[in-house]
């Protein structure tokens, strides 16, 4: 029987006898400290390099090795008495027990392992014959208290450092006092009635409950209550055992709140065996996509699952991790669900351990969203492929409706184009839609409360409409849609490059249901596509539209020279002059038209190398240039077709008053987006309260093509100089350049048609603007003249009678 706190100290400290052993992965003794030398009874030194095995009895190598192996892969800290007794080897052969804590470290990035040595020889011996020193020396690493059962309220007389450093109580704040002032105000745990009912009836008892310490912070302590008894059977005292387990039960919660993620988490998770190959365990995922009940799961393999593999397939699939040549094993397979339906899956698998057994972990990745993309790129580069190729609008935009339908269910796709002129639209496609739709829906004159299509291209902005059989927009024409079961539709308006609108993209639904579970980007490429294909189309068809009016007009002109030179056949010096007119006209046609055309071939060829989605802007780019160069042949077309109006008397002019300012601001802005560096023009003043009576049109294009000329005609950082006069009867304009000036020898020919000067014919022109202008001037009563000299500059005086002439009216 124990009579002091002496005796207790005593116990728990004359068998404690610590050695140190580190040694590396491959279980070489890399250090030892005396104290393990003395222990096993080898000289200074003698162990080192020697394997761990020369410290353990042959009978325990085995065990050892594999208990090793797993102590390296999991990398865990073992405290001492978290196992059985082992046993050491002197170097006299004498096995003695022994009991061991492991603690992996690191120096320099090398893996060791650090075993505290107890020699408990003389422990177990006590064990034998003391029962509270066996228990106390047991749980030496643990908090120890013990109290005595024959005092009243069992006060502690005796509690270790480790009960000091759990509960940060010094001895005076716990000896002589009942445990329960570490419950604090806790008392209603269930535990702690637990611990009430063992002391009260002599029992041992082990529980987990909440203590605090002193500081006031709550710690989960795991207690072991053991009564000590003496030779008549009476309870003398009480040892408690007590060991912080909160980084445990946070783990334990943890792991329970990541098993119950992975149980919830919508990926498919197997574990399955590695030699039967049948499934021991599946989450919630897995019978969720699958349709099997975990009991029939259990009685299937992987193959079972994978209609592609047959078991004997499956296995030498696997097999590399088996044979340990890989960590992890991925690939993509198919999944067949109970109910016959297949899906595209991404296999990770890993081996395991699981009680005591290798066991396979699997982790399914349903990828259709995934392979449902990769399906989208590959067609809509094809449809860029058909664009560039310049293949029939209504097959290309077939690819790109079923592009559509194909992404989401119960959708049908409908694109409809805009006719300019009519305002009017027109269905090009809509191939899952019944052909009575398209009758339908053709021609519907656009405004903004026609149906969603029609409001869609007046007001040109998106709309989305759930039911249609009750929306306003839909009152008076439900009938286009409704007899095909149509319910809801969704619009938005396909526009150019330059934002000009071409036409409605609409999906409807045989639903009345909002398309929230739509991949508005998914529909926004669709809708590009739509956009880029029409907008190629439109391009293709001005194009020829262009090329058929060039020669045509060539055609008429060629006409007109031959006319001519029949006419002139009676002067020589005429027919000489003519000659040469048509041999400038012919450089001019070949020069102005064949330049840009060979533009336009070009871009076409680039934009065939330009296939992917990322490219969109370089696409862009050259349909641009496209768009451009054919803007610059219409604008020369219309002076062509200009000179044939004035020629066949075809010119009309609009009078109508209007403030000189509006016209300049306009031809000026327009023409400072053609400056060189550093020009300038300079804008007059005092013109705010300037009215004419004329045909605004004309005098714009009169002062644009003085102007336009004069800039590019002009070097850069030089000034382009505008003065305007007014008195009663007529308005003066005076445009003054730097620029390199009309030489003197062609100043009389210069308002000829297809004239051009010497000094300018490398640069772009064709002759004919100053013609037109002088023809519209005169026309209107005024005049133009101008005043040159070489590499000083020219400048143009333009008058104009402020009102028009009685006879044009």
Not at 5 to 14: A, P, R, S, Y
Not at 60 to 80: L, S, V
Not at 497 to 515: H, W
Request: with cysteine; aromatic share 8%; proline share 3%.
């Amino acid at each position: 029987m124990i009579t002091s706190n002496q005796d207790v100290f005593q116990i728990l400290t004359e068998a404690i006898s610590e050695g140190i052993v580190i040694v590396d992965e491959k279980q070489h003794i890399v250090a030892i400290n005396s104290a393990t030398e003395l222990m096993f009874g080898y000289a200074k030194g003698e162990l080192i390099n020697k394997t761990l095995d020369t410290l353990i009895p042959v009978q325990y190598h085995k065990a050892h090795t594999h208990h090793f192996k797993g102590f390296i892969k999991n990398k865990e800290a073992r405290a001492m008495g978290m196992d059985k007794v082992l046993h050491g080897a002197k170097k006299d052969g004498t096995v003695f027990p022994i009991e061991v804590g492991l603690n992996p470290i690191v120096v320099e990035n090398k893996s060791f392992v650090m075993a505290l040595v107890v020699d408990i020889t003389k422990r177990v011996e006590i064990e034998k014959t003391l029962h509270i020193k066996s228990k106390a020396l047991q749980h030496a690493s643990n908090g120890i208290i013990i109290t005595d059962a024959l005092q009243k309220d069992h006060p502690i007389i005796y509690a270790n450092t480790a009960f000091e450093k759990i509960t940060g109580y010094t001895q005076e704040d716990i000896l002589n006092k009942n445990c329960r002032f570490l419950q604090a105000n806790d008392t209603e745990q269930k535990s702690i009635k637990k611990i009430r009912n063992a002391v009260a009836k002599g029992k041992s008892c082990h529980v987990v409950l909440r203590n605090y310490r002193k500081d006031g912070s709550m710690f989960w302590n795991e207690l072991h209550i053991t009564p000590i008894k003496d030779n008549a059977g009476v309870v003398t005292h009480f040892i408690g055992i007590q060991n912080d387990v909160s980084q445990r039960k946070m783990a334990e919660e943890n792991q329970a709140h990541l098993a119950a993620i992975l149980d919830e988490s919508l990926n498919e998770i197997y574990v399955f065996d590695s030699k039967s190959f049948k499934f021991l365990n599946v989450n919630y995922g897995a019978i969720k996509n699958l349709g099997y009940s975990l009991e029939e799961l259990k009685n299937m393999t992987p193959a079972d699952i994978k209609p592609e593999y047959t078991l004997e397939k499956f296995k030498n699939q696997v097999d590399p991790l088996l044979k340990k040549q890989v960590k992890t094993l991925g690939f993509e397979t198919i999944h067949e669900r109970k109910n016959g339906s297949k899906y595209p899956v991404e296999v990770h698998l890993q081996l395991s351990n699981f009680e005591d057994k290798e066991v396979f972990v699997a982790i399914i990745l349903d990828i259709s969203d995934r392979k449902k993309q990769e399906f989208f790129k590959i067609k809509q580069n094809r449809i860029l492929e058909l664009i560039v190729l310049d293949t029939p609008i209504e097959t290309t935009l077939k690819d790109v409706a079923y592009l559509i339908e194909e992404q989401f269910e119960d959708v049908y796709v409908s694109i409809l184009l805009l006719d300019q002129e009519s305002q009017n639209l027109h269905g090009l496609v809509a191939p899952s839609l019944p052909e009575a739709y398209s009758k339908n829906i053709n021609s519907m004159l656009i405004g903004e409360h026609v149906d969603s299509t029609g409001t869609t291209a007046f007001l040109e902005q998106e709309l989305v409409v759930s039911n249609i059989e009750t929306h306003p927009l839909w009152q008076n024409f439900k009938h286009l849609v409704s007899p095909h079961g149509l319910q809801a539709c969704w619009t938005t308006p396909i526009v150019s490059s330059k934002n000009v609108p071409l036409g409605v993209f609409a999906i409807y639904r045989k639903e009345n249901m909002a398309f929230a579970n739509l991949n508005k980007q998914v529909v926004q490429v669709g809708n590009k596509l739509a956009g880029i294909a029409i907008e190629k189309h439109l391009t293709n068809k001005y194009i020829v539209k262009t090329q058929n009016q060039l020669e045509r007009y060539a055609k008429n002109l060629q006409e007109q020279v031959d006319e001519q030179t029949k006419e002139l056949k009676a002067a020589l010096k005429k027919e000489i002059e003519l000659n040469e007119l048509k041999t400038k006209f012919l450089s001019l046609v070949s020069h102005e038209f064949k330049t840009p055309l060979s533009g336009i071939l070009t871009s076409t060829m680039l934009l065939k190398k330009y296939t992917m989605v990322d490219q969109q802007e370089k696409r862009d780019k050259h349909i641009n240039t496209i768009t451009n160069i054919v803007n610059n042949l219409n604008n020369i077309l219309n002076d062509f077709l200009s000179v044939e109006k004035m020629e066949s008397g075809k010119v009309n002019y609009h009078f109508k008053e209007f403030k000189l300012s509006k016209v300049l601001n306009e031809v000026i802005y327009n023409s400072n987006m053609l400056l060189k560096d550093g020009q300038k023009i300079k804008y007059p003043e005092n013109i705010d309260e300037i009215s004419l009576q004329q045909d605004e049109k004309i005098l714009e294009l009169t002062l644009s093509n003085v102007i336009h000329n004069a800039i590019k005609y002009s070097p850069e950082n030089s000034n382009i100089d505008v003065a305007i006069a007014q008195n009663k009867h007529q308005t003066v304009f005076k445009i003054k350049d730097q620029g390199v000036g009309i030489p003197e020898k062609d100043q009389k020919n210069i308002f000829n048609r297809y004239f051009r000067a010497e000094n300018v014919l490398t640069t772009q022109g064709t002759g004919i603007g100053l013609n037109i202008v002088k023809n519209h001037i005169e026309n209107l009563g005024g005049s133009i003249t101008f005043a040159s000299q070489e590499q000083v500059g020219t400048t143009f005086t333009i008058t104009i009678p402020n009102k028009p002439a009685k006879d044009l009216l």
